[in-house]
């Protein structure tokens, strides 16, 4: 069964919606990463609480975007089985890359902030917050929209629409999870599925980051 199909004046709602916090948090930018970092957490909850108010609003539920109350179990649990395949399929292509001499940590690698503040709060911010605004917005919404015109179309415009955003350092890793993102939640009717896989495949990508050290 397809995903819930959004409405235009919904998909309009989220579009100047994260547009305008997106370009008002730009103007307002600090210096200070850790303050920036504690920013962008109030931004990316902006942006979900308005989504969230604008589905109630003119749906009466939130299952439009995914959140199916009854769904939501299940939905967590898909996540966990698809990040478990997932992980084991990047930790063989670690395997196979460092085997045949090559560093592929190098491809997902990504600069973290100084001192446990920063962080945790790069954590939080990256990790969690981040990756709900950007589910319901990219997957519920976006996705949600163009699903009226078939599983492709809405994959592919979703994925542009999130690789988009992470201009200019948009690379491999927003491609293929934008992609593998959408499929997640074709398959399993909740947000929750693609949210989980999100949030812990980001989380992976941190720690490793952390581990592997600077540079």
């Not at 446990?116 to 990756?131: D, M, Q, S, T, V």
């Not at 589910?135 to 009226?148: A, D, H, I, T």
Request: glycine share 14%; net charge neutral; aromatic share 12%.
């Amino acid at each position: 069964m397809a995903t819930t199909r959004i409405r235009l004046t919904i998909f309009l709602i989220g579009v100047v919606a994260v547009g305008l916090v997106e370009t008002l948090a730009r103007l307002a930018a600090v210096s200070d990463p850790t303050a920036a970092l504690g920013v962008l957490c109030g931004v990316r909850g902006i942006e979900i609480g308005v989504i969230l108010l604008a589905v109630r609003w003119h749906e009466g539920s939130w299952a439009p975007v995914g959140l199916t109350p009854a769904l939501i179990p299940a939905g967590l649990t898909q996540g966990l089985f698809w990040s478990a395949g997932f992980g084991a399929v990047a930790a063989m292509g670690l395997a196979a890359g460092f085997a045949a001499g090559v560093d592929p940590l190098k491809w997902v690698m990504m600069p973290l902030p100084d001192g446990r503040a920063g962080l945790l709060a790069f954590y939080l911010a990256g990790g969690i917050i981040g990756p709900a605004a950007e589910e319901l917005f990219f997957r519920g919404v976006v996705f949600g929209f163009f699903r009226r015109w078939g599983f492709w179309p809405a994959m592919m415009i979703s994925t542009a629409f999130f690789a988009g955003a992470h201009f200019p350092d948009a690379g491999l890793v927003q491609w293929v999870g934008g992609g593998v993102f959408a499929v997640v939640y074709e398959k399993s009717r909740s947000l929750m599925a693609p949210l989980t896989v999100h949030i812990l495949g980001n989380l992976a990508l941190f720690t490793l980051s952390a581990l592997a050290g600077p540079g």
